[in-house]
């Protein structure tokens, strides 16, 4: 008699998958299936008996050839990548193309603005003191995660289907992560650089050498990349049970919960580098305490509080407020409410620190705003 094809010959070959695999066309890899075995074994099992029955006329191969043709079914649609559906867009056709427009402007608005900053600094030799430095490496930070955000937005702006691969989604969590890192690392560096000009003014340039400089800059880069590569490779190895997303785009904490596994690792590390980042404000506001305490001893150092520091506050509280606001909607904010309010909570940190950030260094550093403007009036006269 004919051997069938049992239970434990269809579990075995889908084990046997490789992890966050796609053994059918639905999209939902093997773990979904291995998780639910109790209750789709058997609808699997018919539905593949069919599919073989269909394949081979009269069904006539020994069981052991069909566990075989399973396999290499299995295997073939095995190179289906995991495709994520971001729910975060609902509207109608015409609003799309007002909010795509709007969106662009936004984007290259803030293209604009950070790099009018970053060129200014590059080519202005008066310019090259270690706090024009930072505030350049903030704005190219600015940049890098804008563009985490702003190109898969416009893309799913302008078409119907707002999928997102799962290469594509993990690549997007990794840099903007990098992008909140490193800004708060920025922020850190650029306080101490400020606590060093202020309290300790004769020892500045001692303290603040170039070689320092550079290396601050390379740690800020560095440290940054290093806390989203292990977060990202925490959450690349759980196996997922979901593919919805309810965001506009792909964040840490919205994978990890499609989840088929415990999370604790995750939801450790992730208490690790609040941890890390509520210590760093800290020192912050340390350091600003210290700042304030020497500005109140003379005009000068009031003056210069108001024109470097100020901004760096602003900055820092908008950021801050911007990046808790999302992780606080994302860990217990409910999706019942309203989905305009679900998502400006969620793009603030990534639409308003880029976009603010030149133009409030712009409008209060005096340096700046006098090159910048030299610079345009050049460009004016000659084109005139």
């Not at 020892?203 to 440290?223: A, D, E, G, N």
């Not at 989840?259 to 980042?277: E, M, R, V």
């Not at 639409?351 to 030149?358: F, K, S």
Request: net charge positive.
């Amino acid at each position: 008699m004919e051997a069938q094809i049992s239970l434990e010959d269809v579990e075995s070959a889908l084990r046997r998958m490789g992890k966050g695999k796609v053994p059918r066309m639905d999209g939902l890899p093997a773990e979904f299936y291995l998780k639910f075995w109790g209750i789709l074994g058997l609808v699997v099992l018919e539905v593949l008996k069919a599919i073989l029955e269909t394949r081979v006329p009269g069904g006539g191969i020994d069981g052991r050839s069909r566990v075989c043709l399973l396999s290499m079914t299995i295997e073939f649609n095995s190179s289906q990548e995991i495709v994520f559906v971001l729910h975060g867009l609902n509207m109608t056709q015409t609003y799309k193309h007002i909010y795509f427009s709007f969106t662009l402007i936004l984007y290259l608005f803030t293209i604009v603005v950070n790099l009018t900053l970053i060129v200014t600094i590059f080519l202005e030799k008066m310019l090259h003191d270690p706090m024009y430095l930072f505030l350049c490496n903030l704005c190219i930070n600015d940049i890098f995660g804008a563009s985490a955000f702003y190109p898969k937005i416009l893309y799913d702006l302008l078409f119907e289907s707002h999928v997102i691969t799962y290469i594509g989604c993990m690549t997007q969590i990794l840099v903007i992560y990098s992008y909140v890192f490193c800004e708060f690392t920025s922020l850190t560096v650029m306080a101490y650089d400020r606590y060093v000009a202020i309290c300790k003014p004769l020892q500045y340039h001692s303290i603040m050498t170039t070689r320092k400089v550079w290396t601050l800059l390379l740690f800020t880069w560095l440290f940054s990349w290093l806390e989203s590569s292990i977060g990202m490779g925490l959450t690349a190895r759980l196996p997922l049970c979901g593919l919805d997303i309810d965001k506009l785009y792909c964040s840490n904490w919205a994978v990890v919960k499609l989840s088929c596994i415990d999370t604790t690792l995750n939801n450790l590390y992730g208490f690790i580098i609040t941890f890390s980042h509520i210590s760093q404000t800290i020192l912050i506001l340390i350091s600003y305490v210290n700042i304030i305490k020497a500005s109140l001893r003379s005009r000068v150092e009031r003056k210069k509080f108001m024109q470097t520091c100020l901004p760096h506050l602003i900055t820092l509280t908008n950021f801050t407020i911007s990046i808790t606001f999302d992780v606080l909607y994302a860990r217990y904010g409910s999706n019942t409410s309203l989905l305009a309010l679900r998502n400006i909570m969620a793009v603030e940190f990534l639409i308003v620190p880029p976009l603010v950030n030149p133009i409030i260094y712009g409008m209060k550093l005096t340096q700046i705003r006098n090159r910048v403007g030299q610079m345009f009036n050049r460009k004016v006269a000659d084109l005139t």
